[in-house]
């Protein structure tokens, strides 16, 4: 699918600093899980954001343009149990959108429901790591189609050797400032996306406006 780059582009930041405070959050707007690896950003006003493109198309593309590492200076920021916790890659699933481009699992031989992976990252796990940012090369793309005007929208992480959540490392087995007492999570993100209409989606009125008028005529 192609997008319409004619078109306006609306731009989307999701923070996990705005979903945790080092801790288990559920409510309307937000959850998340303790460690930070899980985050949900509840009933977003998906036709707000888009404006008259959601009156003018039906299906967009979510691309990731990058995703930005906090400075995991505290002791409630630290890095995984092993390298292999650090390598991860995001997964996003979604409500009140239809994924049109969902992953495909091989070992379980299914496609797996309104979710894709959007990216890979390596979190920073050297001690008092500074940010890093990972900018994209706009492929990481999942086209969806509007089903309601708000929606949900979850990442996980998943390590890229088993696909398993990643683990923290404990107080033992890192020094300072990564042991903290309780609370421990990774280290903050800002994913920033763009959304762009696909082209071929475009609703066109007067078409639309021609086929009720055929209907009734037939």
């Given at each position: 699918m192609s997008s319409f780059m004619n078109e306006r582009v609306v731009t989307l930041v999701l923070r996990t600093f705005d979903v945790s405070n080092l801790g288990t959050t559920n409510n309307e707007y937000?959850?998340?899980?303790?460690?930070?690896?899980?985050f949900a950003w509840n009933n977003i006003n998906i036709a707000s954001i888009l404006g008259d493109l959601a009156l003018k198309y039906t299906t967009f593309n979510l691309v990731?343009?990058?995703?930005?590492?906090?400075s995991a200076t505290t002791a409630n920021n630290v890095i995984g149990s092993t390298n292999q916790d650090n390598c991860v890659n995001f997964r996003l699933s979604g409500s009140g959108i239809n994924i049109l481009n969902p992953s495909y699992s091989v070992s379980s031989n299914r496609i797996i429901s309104n979710s894709a992976l959007i990216g890979g990252f390596t979190f920073n796990n050297a001690n008092n790591s500074i940010p890093q940012i990972v900018t994209y090369n706009n492929l990481q793309v999942i086209s969806f189609e509007l089903t309601n005007t708000n929606m949900n929208?979850?990442?996980?992480?998943?390590?890229?050797?088993?696909?398993?959540?990643p683990t923290i490392a404990?107080?033992?087995?890192?020094p300072l400032p990564f042991?903290?007492?309780n609370g421990l999570t990774f280290p903050s993100m800002c994913f920033i996306f763009k959304i762009y209409p696909v082209k071929d989606s475009y609703i066109d009125k007067e078409v639309s406006k021609f086929n009720k008028i055929s209907?009734?005529?037939i």
């Open positions: 937000v959850s998340n899980t303790i460690n930070g690896t899980y990731l343009v990058s995703a930005q590492q906090g929208l979850e990442i996980n992480y998943e390590r890229v050797d088993t696909g398993a959540r404990n107080n033992a087995s890192v042991a903290g007492a209907k009734i005529n």
